[in-house]
């Protein structure tokens, strides 16, 4: 794998227009301070945006419809659906590992990865305790938001183990975490699927998102941090945007069929909106390490590893960064955007066609 020389960013880029089709800066100079306001953890604000956002409306309503709702929600019938899924525990991971073996088998030779660093029965182990955590916090009946910060600290530390040896071996991490869970899913009632899959939804964040990271990095920022306090502003956004991002490329793309369906299925779409969001956390590390580096080690090789494998095309990508560009334009104050914006020009430099041609 080769990686992309590093980019140098410029500070004093702001606001958009759309009259180009790509982001253009407008005006340089001095940035107007932040108005300060009293900060919260990173960790509270994106554990809170699940109240609102982590079941879609439409979920919302096909759950209140089910006629066994109240027996499946029932401290009983959560115990009863967790017992199921622990005794299919170990035969969900060892199908996972199938799937996933099969989908990224030819990229460890083609990226070059060290097949040593891909240890089945330790991603497979790994997966399973985290697994058996988060089931215990669903037969205790926490909820998915409180899921994010009970579960967000073991998720981190495993993530990062992978990081640090060879950030591509995420990739083959993610897929199994992502794996085991569609197929647990298999064993279960519609009430219990429409039931579980948010706190599917977190644990998915925590393994393919550099949650932990984002927050070590803002540790090191005074509370009035221009960086911080934009960061602030755009987590607890992240889910609407994502939402709007997919919602409108779908509608760019008609017909298009990524490997698990239509772009518009309930499966592509959860998929599509974590993708989104991994964008968007990727964009506040990289603000608030004032660096790039994190999206060369890690978010570019994963795109690189698994995009292609999933039938996503790049031109599919392309249209989501230009997509969010706009979102973030929208729905952040100018102060805030021009702080993401030399990052947003980076993002779309790397995955242009320039990059990757018309593929």
Known sequence: MTYLPAVSVASNQDVTTRSTGKLTPLYRG???PVSGEEVSSLASLWARKYVASVTYQKETDALRQQPDLTTATSREGRAETVLRLMQQLSFAS???WSMT?????AEMQRHQIDSSLVNPWQIA???HALFEKALKAYTERVTPRRLSVVIGSAFG?????????????LGFVSMQFHNTGLVLLEKLSHTEQLLLNPYLKVMDDHMYMPLRQT???AAQHELESP???????LLPLSTRIALAVCEQVSRQNPGYRSSGGLLNSST?????????EMFQVYLCLCVLEGSIQSVQRELFPLCVMLYPNLNVSWHLVQSMLQTLSWEMHDRLSPDALAIFLPYLQVFQEMFSPEVFGGR
């Open 30 to 32: 001095n940035r107007p």
């Open 125 to 127: 182990g790994d997966t």
């Open 157 to 169: 530390q495993m993530r990062q183990k992978y990081v640090a040896v060879d950030p591509r071996v």
């Open 215 to 217: 927050y070590t990095a």
């Open 268 to 276: 592509v779409r959860t998929s599509s909106i974590r993708d989104v």
């Open 94 to 96: 060892a199908r996972a």
């Open 101 to 105: 073996e099969t989908l990224l088998s």
């Open 227 to 233: 960086a911080l306090q934009a960061v602030q502003k």
